[in-house]
Nanobody
Framework: QVQLVESGGGLVQPGGSLRLSCAAS????????MGWYRQAPGKQRELVAR???????NYADSAKGRFTISRDNAKNTVYLQMNSLKPEDTAIYYC???????????????WGQGTQVTVSA
C-alpha cells in the first residue's frame, strides 16, 4: 500500500528556518508531480509549491523567494526548505503526490498525514 510520510515540522521563531521531508513508500511504479500544501486554522487548504519529476517548479506568491521545493527521484522523496518564516506561515503542512501504484490501475493522488509548523516568538 502506498504511503506518504512527512517529517521536519516544529516550533520556530520568526525569521527562522525549517526543512520538511516527505517520503513515498510502497509498490510504486512511478511518481509524477509532488507538492506541499498547507492549512491554517479556519482556512482552506492551499498550494505552497509543487515540482514535476523533471524538476520544474511553481510556488504560491506567499512562498516565492523564501521557500524552495526539491526532490530526490531515487528516494521518491520531496523536500521543502522554508526560510525567513513568518507567523502567518503557521499551519499544518501536507505532502501530496501523483503516484502510479503497481497494485492499482493508473495514477492516483496520495496525501501525507500532515506535519505542524508553528512560527512564534
Amino acid at each position: 500500500q502506498v504511503q506518504l510520510v512527512e517529517s521536519g515540522g516544529g516550533l520556530v521563531q520568526p525569521g527562522g528556518s525549517l526543512r520538511l521531508s516527505c517520503a513515498a513508500s510502497g509498490n510504486i511504479r512511478n511518481v509524477n508531480i509532488m507538492g506541499w500544501y498547507r492549512q491554517a486554522p479556519g482556512k482552506q487548504r492551499e498550494l505552497v509549491a509543487r515540482i514535476t519529476k523533471s524538476g520544474s517548479t511553481n510556488y504560491a506568491d506567499s512562498a516565492k523567494g523564501r521557500f524552495t521545493i526539491s526532490r530526490d527521484n531515487a528516494k521518491n522523496t520531496v523536500y521543502l526548505q522554508m526560510n525567513s518564516l513568518k507567523p502567518e506561515d503557521t499551519a499544518i503542512y501536507y505532502c501530496k503526490a501523483d503516484i502510479d501504484d503497481a497494485d492499482d490501475e493508473g495514477y492516483s493522488d496520495y496525501w501525507g498525514q500532515g506535519t505542524q509548523v508553528t512560527v512564534s516568538a
